[in-house]
């Protein structure tokens, strides 16, 4: 069976500093797929040379079958992309932020309305469909953001953070609709979580990243169990990738946009 997603050796500098180092791992057919790690252990960079925003350095990685760095638009074309900003329009219905996402994949009137009431019906987005999505809250606009994603019926869907600032009745409405779409769908999902309950909840097997390098993978009950009787994925995480504060803090960057997330999701 060819692998949904697929890295050799995968590696990203910016100048002196090398974000993702060597980065091997295959993502199967119909899995759910956890890339855990402290900020700055080149998560994001990785995600961001998936989707084809960021060039490799080195190494190579396939999507869906196609090749990111010879083959960027086909890879475009089989994946959904929901990042940790906001991506909905709030100035917008939802049934008119998925018309319009539509039209951006140029599917035809027929097939776009079709799917759009399958999105929102899907999503149990219905009874709000003609409603502004400023007026959403944060869990309903995240299903709404997951269903632009999925109009078109992509392979591959990778999540960043999706559930960062939600409650944890939101949170677990997200898990449901992404648990139905794996089950459904057979959507290959790859997602980023610093949340180590909502990894062991949603993933079949997770990659742990330190310091640009896969530090552990396996499923989540191998890691824990790797560490001794009784450990959970949070003990796991630490200790494979050790509790220095400077590795876990992040940039300025990275905190204000998590923060900036959280509070408009809120």
């Known amino acids: 069976m060819t692998a949904a997603i697929t890295t050799s050796g995968l ?9 993702v180092d060597g980065l091997s791992l295959e993502v199967r057919p ?5 890339l855990l790690g402290p900020n700055g252990a080149g998560k994001t960079t990785t995600i961001k040379m998936l989707i084809t925003l960021l060039p490799p350095s080195g190494g190579r990685a396939t999507v869906a079958g196609f090749d990111v760095a010879s083959e960027p638009r086909q890879v475009r074309r089989s994946i959904g992309y929901v990042p940790q900003l906001l991506s909905a329009d709030g100035a917008l219905t ?11 994949y140029h599917l035809p009137t027929a097939d776009r309305r079709r799917r759009t009431d399958e999105a929102l019906r899907f999503m149990g987005l219905e009874a709000a469909a003609d409603r502004l999505v400023r007026t959403f809250s944060g869990g309903m606009i995240r299903r709404l953001e997951i269903a632009q994603a999925m109009l078109h019926r992509p392979p591959v869907l990778f999540l960043d953070e999706p559930t960062v600032g939600l409650d944890p009745i939101a949170r677990r409405a997200v898990w449901a609709h992404v648990r139905q779409l794996r089950e459904e769908e057979g959507t290959t999902i790859l997602l980023t979580t610093h949340y180590m309950d909502e990894a062991a909840e949603l993933c079949q097997r997770v990659g742990i990243m330190h310091l640009g390098h896969l530090a552990a993978l ?5 890691l ?15 200790h494979f990738t050790g509790t220095e504060l400077e590795a876990e803090g992040g940039t300025y960057r990275d905190v204000a946009r998590t923060r900036r997330t959280a509070r408009r999701l809120g």
């Open 94 to 104: 939802a049934r008119e932020n998925l018309e319009t996402t539509g039209r951006l």
């Open 218 to 222: 396996g499923t989540p009950e191998s």
């Open 30 to 34: 119909g899995e759910v797929f956890g």
């Open 11 to 19: 590696t990203r500098r910016f100048g002196e500093v090398v974000a």
């Open 224 to 238: 824990a169990a790797e560490v001794g009787p009784g450990a959970s994925l949070d003990d796991a995480f630490t």
